[in-house]
Each structure stands twice: as structure tokens, then as C-alpha cells.
């Protein structure tokens, strides 16, 4: 029996490759009596045969549409397993646990590990770049509990004999993964250097129910991220001093916010954090504005900086020796919201990634995560306030807590329980270092090591007297954002992507 479709969907697939989009569409055309089932029986998703099967169709038709050079041989072997359980529509019924009306389903994935026996890991420097949902996920992702390193990004790299790098993430095919890479690509993160065939994988249904809201991939301004707040935008790069000419006309107050958090070429933090900081203090000066309010870090206070804290303290330098305008400078520390939060998101992903946590150090160093409504609130109360004029704030959370406590509160809040293996952080260290050496994005870095185990417990007190901010706590603010999910809950919003 032909397989059914939406009746303009054939006029909608010739309309997209007539404007030259290549088209892969694994739905077969027709379903003959007998065939092996394509979908699990209690989840939304496909089986791994018929995955399997796809991803290598999927190979031989990018090698058609857009011929790849011999890559690195790729030391691989793949693993049969078992591995089962209820499946996510049983999980939308929300049935009590230890219930016994629906059974597991077990099926055999087929796991891709190096000669090591670690699971198979997205290449950052593939020529090739898949854009998943939680079709790409399944069967790699642990959390979904459909094993791991065995879904369609290890096995299209089988079946292309390639590194393929990844950016997934359960639901909202239309628009999710495209957000997620102008993030990175606004944040200085080019993840289209050297890449040759971008895949798109989204759900059919998505074309029917997804948000298609447009992106802008270009890394000069993440439009999806703006806020409708009714004041006129202006685009500028602090990067740029002549983009910034006359941005600041007329205005009395500027918040310096614009930063690079997370890159693996360290001289984008001095070219942006610490000159970019130069060039807002310029145009500030020579707009006349009155008093410059720069966003810092929390990180400046480590006593082994990394190169971002570094060009942090260089700029808040900059900004409290322009005489000519009155300053102030704030340090959060861990801002996090409903959103998830840079940093938050990237530590969050870490621990949802393996089944049991490998943790750098004791988990003792202490952080005061701040709620971002708090830290908007404390900004506020800096605008035409004298008091604040010369003054350093630290606007951090109002709960001190340690990393390891953190990390438990971060799965507690994702309705997930794993145990976590503690390393020594010299080791970690040397190891970072070597992947330094070795590789252009290294899984682990010195800087990343630098965040977990040392203290950023900065005590919020003088901005309490003089700007009465008074923030919440951790967990207060975890309660508000995040909601205590169930394990489907968990699945719908994870997201797995390329380490960095």
C-alpha cells in the first residue's frame, strides 16, 4: 500500500531542489505485508535496523549529491548489545513505578567504540556536520535508555569512513539545532570551518507543527536571541571600534555585557573581552556618556586564572582607569534561568552524558550561582545610582554551594540519579595539557578544569547595603526554573553535542 503523505508534500520537496536544497527522505514509497517493523513498538522512534539502514543509504546518497575526499582512517569496531525498555509513550502515560502492564521491548543496537573500547565520539574537525533531534540521539544518548555510541552519527560516520561532528537535541527539530549553532557561531565558535556537507535531520511532523522561525546563521548577531522590548537595535561589533561610532550618542548610562565565554583559540579573548572592552570605554568617552557599568567575572579571582579571566581583569583595568567616566563593575558568578545558561548548560550536558560521572577533583570548590532575574535586578539599581559610581559588585547568588552538591542538584532536577568517579586533578591537568598539544578542540581543558575546582564564593554583602540586591538561593531558584522532571520530562530537553 502506498505510504501516506500530506497532499502538496511532493510539489513542497521539487520546490526545495529547484533552489538547489538536496533532499533525503528514508520513508519508503510503499508497505508490503510482512515487512519487519520500522518503529519500536512503545516509542516514537525508529528501530535500530531501520536506522541502520538509513544511515547508510543516508552515505551513499551524500556521496552522490556531494562527492567527500578519503579522510583519516577511522579505528573503529562495532559491538552487538542488548539493551531495552518501555519506551516513551509508555512514559506519557505517567503509570506508577514498578508497573507491570507494559513490558520492556529489547532490541539488539549495534555500539561503535575505538580499540579502547570507548564509545564513539563526534569529530570537531569532520568535514562533515549532522543537525539532529531526538531521531539522531536515540540509540547514543544514555539517558534516553537506548544504550549508546550506536544511534545515526556513529553509524554514519561507519558508513562514510569519516569523523562527523554533532549538534543535537531532543525536540523542536524546525529550529532548535540552527539556533543552537548561530549561538556558536555569534559566540566566536565557527563550527562551519572546514566542513563540507551540512545533514539536517528533523522529524516529517515537524513540517506540520515546528516553529520554522527564521535564524541568522552568519555569527554577527543571533537574531533569534533578541527580545522584543521596544527600544531601537543597533548592531555593532566590540571587536570593530569603527562599528561603534555614534552607537552611544545621547546616551547616559552603558552596559558593557558583550563577552566570549567558552573558546578553543584563546586569542578571541583578548581580541574581544579585553580590546573590544577598549573600544566600548572610547566610544564611550567620546559620546560623552556619563557612567559605563562592565559586566566581569567572578572568574578574576581565581588564583590560577584562565585566559578568559585574564582578559576579564585587563578590561575591568581599562574600564576603572578611564578617568573621564564614572564606572562600575559587577561580577556574577554562574548566571543560570529557565534557558539554562552558557556554562550551566555545558556542565549539565557533561553530567547527562555518561552513565557514571567522571568528576574532576573532590567536588569542594564553592560557587554562588545567581538566578538571572537577580543579577537583571541588581544592573537596575547601578543606573543613576552615585553610591555605585567606583565600585566593584559582586553580584553573585545567594547561596553558597559546593560543585559536587551542585552537580547532584543540577541531575536531581532532571530526574536522574548517577554515581560519579572522582579524578585527580593533576592528572586531569596533564591530560588537558596533552590534548593542548594534540588537538585543535580538546573534550577537556586547563580552563574547564580552572571553573570546577576552584572557589568563585563571592560574597554579595556590599551590593546588599548599597543597592538593597537581594538574591535567592540555588535552589530556591532551580525550584522556580526547573521544575523536578520525570525521566520523559528529562529526555524531551536533553541534548547531546560535540565536546568543546
Known amino acids: 500500500m502506498p505510504v501516506p503523505n500530506n497532499v502538496g508534500y511532493a510539489a513542497f520537496v521539487d520546490a526545495l531542489r529547484r533552489e538547489g536544497v538536496a533532499i533525503f527522505d528514508p520513508a519508503p514509497v510503499l508497505l508490503a505485508p510482512g515487512e519487519k517493523p520500522r518503529f519500536l513498538e512503545q516509542d516514537t522512534h525508529w528501530t535500530p535496523e531501520w536506522m541502520q539502514e538509513v544511515a547508510a543509504d543516508l552515505a551513499r546518497f551524500v556521496e552522490r549529491v556531494a562527492p567527500l575526499p578519503p579522510a583519516p582512517k577511522l579505528s573503529l569496531r562495532v559491538t552487538r548489545e542488548r539493551v531495552g525498555r518501555v519506551g516513551d509513550l509508555v512514559d506519557m502515560l505517567k503509570l506508577p513505578a514498578g508497573q507491570t502492564l507494559f513490558q520492556p521491548q529489547h532490541v539488539t543496537v549495534q555500539r561503535a567504540a575505538d580499540e579502547a573500547g570507548a564509545d564513539w565520539e563526534p569529530d570537531p574537525q569532520g568535514d562533515v556536520l549532522l543537525l539532529g533531534d531526538s531521531f539522531t540521539n536515540i540509540f547514543s544518548m544514555d539517558p534516553m535508555g537506548w544504550g549508546t555510541a550506536a544511534g545515526l552519527a556513529p553509524h554514519l560516520s561507519l558508513a562514510l569512513a569519516r569523523g562527523v561532528d554533532v549538534i543535537a537535541q531532543n525536540d523542536s527539530g524546525a529550529f532548535a539545532t540552527r539556533q543552537a549553532l548561530a549561538r556558536e557561531l555569534a559566540g566566536g565558535e565557527d563550527r562551519l570551518a572546514g566542513k563540507r556537507v551540512v545533514i539536517w535531520e528533523f522529524a516529517s511532523r ?115 582607569g578611564a578617568s573621564s567616566i564614572e ?29 557514571v560521572v567522571p568528576f574532576i577533583g573532590d567536588g569542594r570548590a564553592k560557587k554562588r550561582p545567581v538566578w538571572s532575574e537577580d543579577l537583571v535586578d541588581g544592573l537596575a539599581r547601578i543606573a543613576g545610582n552615585a553610591a555605585a559610581y567606583g565600585k566593584t559588585y559582586n553580584l553573585s547568588g545567594g547561596e553558597s554551594i559546593s560543585m559536587l552538591d551542585f552537580a547532584r542538584l543540577i541531575l536531581h532536577h532532571r530526574g536522574v540519579d548517577k554515581p560519579f568517579l572522582h579524578l585527580p586533578v593533576p592528572i586531569c591537568r596533564a591530560v588537558a595539557h596533552a590534548m593542548r598539544l594534540t588537538m585543535k578542540s580538546p573534550p577537556l581543558t586547563t580552563s574547564a578544569i580552572a571553573g570546577i575546582v576552584q572557589d568563585a564564593d563571592l560574597d554579595p554583602s556590599e551590593a546588599t547595603r548599597d543597592l538593597d540586591y537581594r538574591p535567592i538561593g540555588v535552589r530556591e531558584g532551580f525550584a522556580r526554573c526547573f521544575p523536578i522532571e520525570s525521566r520523559l520530562g528529562a529526555l524531551d530537553s536533553a541534548r547531546t553535542r560535540s565536546p568543546r
Open 206 to 320: 515537524e513540517l506540520s507543527v515546528g516553529d520554522w522561525k527564521p535564524i541568522d546563521w552568519s555569527g554577527r548577531g543571533a537574531r533569534d536571541a533578541r527580545i522584543e522590548v521596544g527600544c531601537e537595535i543597533r548592531e555593532g561589533d566590540v571587536s570593530d571600534a569603527a562599528s561603534l561610532r555614534g552607537a552611544f550618542d545621547g546616551i547616559d548610562t552603558v552596559y558593557h555585557l558583550a563577552a566570549v565565554i567558552v573558546s578553543n583559540d584563546p586569542t578571541v579573548f583578548g581580541r574581544v573581552n579585553r580590546d573590544g572592552t577598549a573600544n566600548v570605554v572610547e566610544a564611550s568617552r567620546a559620546a560623552g556618556v556619563r557612567h559605563l557599568v562592565y559586566v566581569s567575572s567572578a572568574s578574576v579571582t581565581y588564583p590560577r586564572r584562565t585566559p578568559y579571566a585574564e582578559s576579564k581583569l585587563e578590561a575591568e583595568a581599562i574600564v576603572s
Open 327 to 355: 564606572h562600575t563593575i559587577v561580577r556574577p558568578t554562574l548566571v543560570y534561568d529557565e534557558r539554562g545558561g552558557q556554562e550551566l548548560a555545558m556542565f549539565r550536558d557533561y553530567l547527562l552524558r555518561f552513565p
